[in-house]
């Protein structure tokens, strides 16, 4: 890319708030999490966030999270275009950045719209399972958000055991995420106004076939989450993640290798 190229991206970008050309006003968080709740095992993902970040270059990808930013944004109120979706899915062949994006989606929105996050590694497959998802996302939705926090302290850990010993990843969603997340408000921002809040999962086709399956039945299930809820998705494009993210969603696809975003 030409400094002129360069030059062009790195002006005047600002996505919510936060200056996509520059990071150093904004340092790589940590993101190790302390459960609140004794049961709830959280994985820490800062190693993996930052390596992914580091390969992040000023100035590119603007476009793209440009259309991610809107989409965040979005209002609940309006969910018939795609614009309103609750499902943003980030296509693309390996290699071509999906996760680079995912650690600069997180960065951007650490201090505002972000909940929960996790990052599937093929290499780490007791870290894939759907329990395991659902309990360390659990934990640090807890961790990020108050009212949340007070409701899943009312689930009983016998229940969640029960669950979690027959590997029973529906019924471990709806006692972590359905029923507490749907008996909370839609938070507000330091205005009173009231925002959406976003959950990041990276690259779903890194999860084991048995594993990945149980997985999207679950994910079928987040259209049942209140609308303020924002999930960003990223892997390849696999013919069974998109027929089951289609089943109750109707998610908006960026390919990140689009040709329209060949030029960032």
């Keep these: 890319m030409s400094n002129s190229s360069e030059n062009k991206h790195s002006s005047n970008h600002v996505v ?15 993101l190790l999490v302390e459960s609140s709740q004794k049961h709830l095992r959280i994985i820490d993902f800062t190693q993996i966030f930052a390596r992914h970040f580091h390969y992040f270059l000023p100035g590119t990808r ?12 979005s209002s609940s109120n309006n969910l018939e275009n795609n614009q309103g979706n609750t499902v943003f899915w980030l296509t693309g062949d390996a290699g071509t950045g999906k996760s680079i994006i995912s650690a600069k989606v997180l960065h951007i929105n650490y201090n505002d719209s972000l909940i929960g996050w996790h990052f599937c590694q093929h290499s780490n ?5 759907s329990i395991a998802i659902l309990e360390s996302m659990s934990g640090i939705i807890a ?12 689930v009983e850990e016998k229940a969640l055991e029960a669950a979690k010993s027959k590997d029973d990843s529906m019924e471990f969603y709806r006692l972590l995420f359905e029923t507490p997340l749907n008996n909370i408000e839609q938070p507000t921002d330091n205005n009173g106004i009231k925002c959406q809040k976003l959950m990041i999962i990276d690259a779903l086709d890194e999860i084991q076939d048995k594993q990945l399956d ?4 679950v994910l079928t299930c987040f259209s049942e989450l209140p609308p303020w809820i924002r999930l960003f998705v990223t892997s390849r ?3 069974k993640i998109l027929k089951s993210l289609s089943v109750k969603h109707k998610p908006v696809e960026l390919r990140v290798d689009a040709a329209e975003q060949q030029n960032d």
């Design 16 to 30: 919510s708030g936060v200056d996509i050309a520059s990071d150093s006003k904004n340092p790589l968080p940590s």
């Design 62 to 73: 603007v476009s793209h999270l440009k259309n991610i930013s809107d989409w965040i944004n």
């Design 125 to 129: 497959p007791l870290e894939n399972t």
């Design 143 to 154: 961790s990020r958000l108050p009212a949340y926090k007070t409701a899943v302290t009312d």
């Design 214 to 217: 149980k997985f999207l039945k």
């Design 237 to 239: 494009r696999y013919d």
